[in-house]
T-cell receptor
Framework: SQTIHQWPATLVQPVGSPLSLECTVEGTSNPNLYWYRQAAGRGLQLLFYSVGIGQISSEVPQNLSASRPQDRQFILSSKKLLLSDSGFYLC??????????FGEGSRLTVL | KQEVTQIPAALSVPEGENLVLNCSFTDSAIYNLQWFRQDPGKGLTSLLLIQSSQREQTSGRLNASLDKSSGRSTLYIAASQPGDSATYLCAPFSPNDYKLSFGAGTTVTVRA
């Protein structure tokens, strides 16, 4: 069966520090991969999605970036975090236009 | 751009009552629609997926209907239990841009 792993689960980072969140999917090939952010008390915002290795689409301008170095690996990064980057980050996967499955999330607090 | 609205924003009911959660979306050109559950501080759990050609989908005490032409979906939860307390989100999938658009959710509290 398919599983999705996301880490770290929680992190506290100072303003201006770098960020790396990682997500891997097991049990499937060539999934579509997504990064969402959920700010406190707000809805889910799509940040990036990828339909294949090296193919990244960005939904909103920001100081975050995403990479897909392997078929089932999706990484969210920042060179310098801002206070506004705080939130709950969720990785998700699907195959073509099928059902979307989410990881457990990474809670980021920028101080 | 797809806009998704969920009504009500919050709902509190006594145990055993049936729940009706509403979702409306502006662009009817969807491929499917998914209902999720989110517990506080947790990720999203998929509850039901309805394809655009379907009218409804059922899983246990959950039933979701879809009226694509009018841009509406409804999630019914029968005989609610305290364990059903969570936030429920609907998300239509748009084939034009390969993404789900989320509503703000309905937060449900079932009182024992």
């Amino acid at each position: 069966s398919q599983t999705i792993h996301q880490w770290p689960a929680t992190l506290v980072q100072p303003v201006g520090s770098p960020l790396s969140l990682e997500c891997t999917v097991e049990g499937t090939s060539n999934p579509n991969l997504y990064w969402y952010r959920q700010a406190a008390g707000r809805g889910l915002q799509l940040l990036f999605y990828s339909v294949g290795i090296g193919q990244i689409s960005s939904e909103v301008p920001q100081n975050l970036s995403a990479s897909r170095p392997q078929d089932r690996q999706f990484i969210l990064s920042s060179k310098k975090l801002l206070l506004s980057d705080s939130g709950f980050y969720l990785c998700a996967w699907s195959v073509m236009t099928g059902e979307l499955f989410f990881g457990e999330g990474s809670r980021l607090t920028v101080l | 751009k797809q806009e998704v609205t969920q009504i009500p924003a919050a709902l509190s009911v006594p145990e055993g009552e049936n729940l009706v959660l509403n979702c409306s979306f502006t662009d009817s050109a969807i491929y499917n629609l998914q209902w999720f559950r989110q517990d506080p501080g947790k990720g999203l759990t998929s509850l039901l997926l309805i394809q655009s050609s379907q009218r409804e989908q059922t899983s246990g005490r959950l039933n979701a209907s879809l009226d694509k032409s009018s841009g509406r979906s409804t999630l019914y939860i029968a005989a609610s239990q305290p364990g059903d307390s969570a936030t429920y989100l609907c998300a239509p999938f748009s084939p034009n841009d390969y993404k789900l658009s989320f509503g703000a959710g309905t937060t449900v509290t079932v009182r024992a």
